[in-house]
């Protein structure tokens, strides 16, 4: 064993292998220490390896790695500072075949095409967002509004049509964060920004796990973004892909002439449906290297957790007859949430997940996965379906929009409308509502109206706060040029208005976890379109909710309120302010006492048509006579 410092510890490496070195960025990759550069790299079906670069004219002959463990892991030493040199490992297989790989572990990489790691020291970079981090505990986050931003950052706001006319990160984040805020959103999902080759992809087939892409700029900018967002109270999430990786022949796939990173069976190795690659999970060192990936992305960029993409693709064995579990996938998720809670109590870890596997977000000591929350993608297809059928017809399908009421406490839930949902054909949100040009507005209002006070965590993909009549191009701009236009100014003030109400009204979130916030009012009115429930916090103050997904607006609409009192509206999705036709509840509404839909008092309403209604009883004021 070399007496140099630098050199792997036995212990590291041994935790490597076992599968438990959740920091493994610290002694993989490129790494310059007092002015030294050392490589290490796991390349287990190597025969040799060398270190090529614009430092050596890209002949690694004086630059070849040593084999320091029998499982692969190589070292390589050299006496000068590197920094912002380009590298890449050149490998020559068991066969003899010579590969050029771009470092797994590269912190920094070149702007596509080209496709070189870059030795680049993270540490330079003074954050800013020390309140931010010292005030976040994970104690109430369940009982906190959550409402998510989700955008792709090379489409929310471009500089031009061409592939590179792109905003940096910092100018994104000087132009983006003050939209966010004045929207009303808590947090900012970013679509992966880990380095991809092609931008269609959006950055869920990675090539370099550990790199920022350098579409927008250096890791520093990208720090700066995340600093900014906290500065102003948003929080980042950032989409992760665990399952899978691009085939591009500078990537992961095939690394080392072997099968590294993937399983070595080619029907558990292939995912025919993205054409990618699929983790080997029953792999240690795929655990050392995916959970290190979720830490570092914490360590370094202060990312406040995760959209876990594909989750049941982890599940589940890829290409087989039925559902059939996949136990190193199970384990590996179970490791990594145990691993991320860990070193970040608060973090919010968040599957995507489409099957119905129990307990994702039970904690794993009770037999969960361990994720806090999980996107309801029943909830989603269902209320679409509803939503995309004619009005005519919607009483055929009355119970998709209560169906979720049946499972809603089975996990904790984010009700999602994300970039899948606008995406391929698939039309916006305002374009799936049937009917003419006012009528497509007044049911996308009530949609969102219906989704707040659904019990459940919000997200929203970027533009639906404009209603854009085009689904998501993923190439151009989002239709920014639409606020031009009275009706979608009309509705971003509803948005906008709607979104100041969810989150300043605890009875919208305060007990989205608990059935003790939510009971049906009227839930059986499949003839007028009805639903009716109410909303409750923890001291029992409640929200009423009444959506009529008709097209007949009633002026002497009754429903039972779980108060005897005095009522007033707290929103209406039909305010002329907003597009709508003005049937309001203007002045203040008092209960009868009399006891309706097993409530005891009812009010008498004006219920527009494609409109939903908010109505909260009034305080009264103890000092008047």
């Known amino acids: 064993m070399s007496s140099n410092s630098f050199y792997p510890s036995d212990f590291d490496l041994h935790l490597f292998h076992e599968g438990n070195l959740f920091k493994a960025y610290n002694l993989f990759g490129a790494h310059v220490r007092n002015g030294k550069t050392v490589f290490a790299l796991w390349a287990p079906n190597a025969k040799k390896v060398r270190v090529i670069g614009n430092f050596n004219e890209w002949n690694g002959h004086a630059a070849e790695m040593k084999r320091t463990t029998n499982e692969g892991v190589w070292f390589l030493e050299l006496p000068e500072n590197l920094e912002g040199s380009l590298y890449k490992y050149e490998i020559v297989s068991e066969s003899g075949r010579v590969i050029h790989k771009t470092d797994p572990f590269a912190f920094m990489t070149e702007l596509r095409p080209r496709t070189a790691g870059i030795v680049h020291t993270l540490d330079g970079y003074i954050w800013h967002d020390e ?38 990160y910092r100018e994104l984040a000087d132009m983006l964060i003050p939209h966010v805020k004045e929207q009303g959103f808590t947090h900012i999902e970013v679509m992966p920004v880990t380095e991809h080759p092609f931008d269609r992809s959006w950055g869920y087939q990675s090539t370099g796990y550990f790199a920022a892409t350098r579409r927008y700029g250096t890791p520093e900018d990208f720090m700066y973004f995340v600093d900014e967002c906290h500065r102003y109270g948003l929080g980042v999430i950032m989409d992760w892909v665990p399952g899978h990786f691009c085939k591009d022949s500078h990537g992961l796939h095939n690394f080392d002439g072997g099968f590294s990173y993937e399983y070595e069976n080619n029907w558990d190795r292939e995912n025919y449906v993205w054409g990618t690659a699929n983790f080997d999970l029953s792999k240690t060192e795929v655990h050392s290297f995916l959970i290190s990936n979720a830490l570092f992305w914490m360590d370094y960029y202060h990312i406040d957790g995760f959209r876990v993409d594909a989750v049941s693709n982890i599940f589940y064995w890829p290409n087989r007859d039925g559902l059939e579990p996949n136990p190193h996938g199970v384990s590996f998720l179970q490791k990594l949430n145990k691993a991320v809670f860990a070193f970040k ?28 929350y999980k996107w309801n993608m029943g909830w989603m297809n269902d209320v679409l379906d509803y939503m995309e059928t004619h009005w005519n017809e919607r009483s055929d399908k009355h119970h998709l929009m209560t ?13 999602p409308f994300s970039h899948d949902e606008v995406v391929h054909g698939k039309k916006s949100l305002l374009d799936k509502m049937p009917g003419d040009y006012w009528q497509k507005f007044a049911q996308l209002r009530l ?27 993923d190439l151009e701009e989002v239709d920014w040029h639409l606020m031009d236009y009275d009706m979608h100014r009309s509705f971003n003030d ?16 305060e007990l989205d976890h608990s059935p003790d916030g939510f009971q049906w009012i009227d ?14 916090d923890k001291e029992g103050n409640a929200v009423v909710a009444v959506c009529n997904f008709g097209d007949y607006g009633y002026s002497d609409y009754k429903i039972g309120v779980p108060e005897i009192g005095t009522y007033e509206e707290l929103l209406n999705s039909d305010e002329a302010a907003f597009g709508g036709s003005n049937q309001v509840n203007n002045t203040k509404i008092e209960a009868v006492a009399e006891v309706m839909h097993g409530q005891p008092a009812y009010v008498d309403i004006n219920l527009p048509p494609f409109g939903a209604v908010y109505l909260r009883r009034i305080e009264e004021d103890k000092g008047r006579n």
């Open 131 to 168: 309140k931010w981090r010292s005030h976040h505990r994970p104690s109430h986050i369940y009982e906190e509004p959550l409402a998510i931003y989700e955008m792709h950052l090379g489409t929310w706001k471009k500089k031009g049509k061409g592939e590179d006319d792109l905003y940096t």
């Open 345 to 372: 109590p608060e973090a919010l870890m968040i599957a995507e997940d489409s099957s119905d596997w129990p307990q994702v977000t039970a904690p794993v000591h009770q037999g969960g996965i361990g994720f806090n």
């Open 403 to 415: 169906f979720s009421l049946m499972y809603a406490y089975s996990e904790n839930y984010i009700l």
């Open 447 to 473: 949609l969102l109206m219906f989704m707040m006070a659904h019990p459940g965590k919000k997200l929203l993909f970027m533009g639906t706060e404009i209603a854009p009549f085009s689904e998501w191009k």
């Open 494 to 509: 509803y948005f906008k208005q709607l979104m100041h109400v969810y989150k300043t009204v605890p009875s919208l979130y």
């Open 523 to 536: 839930v059986h009115n499949q003839d007028q379109s009805v639903f009716s429930y109410v909303r409750k």
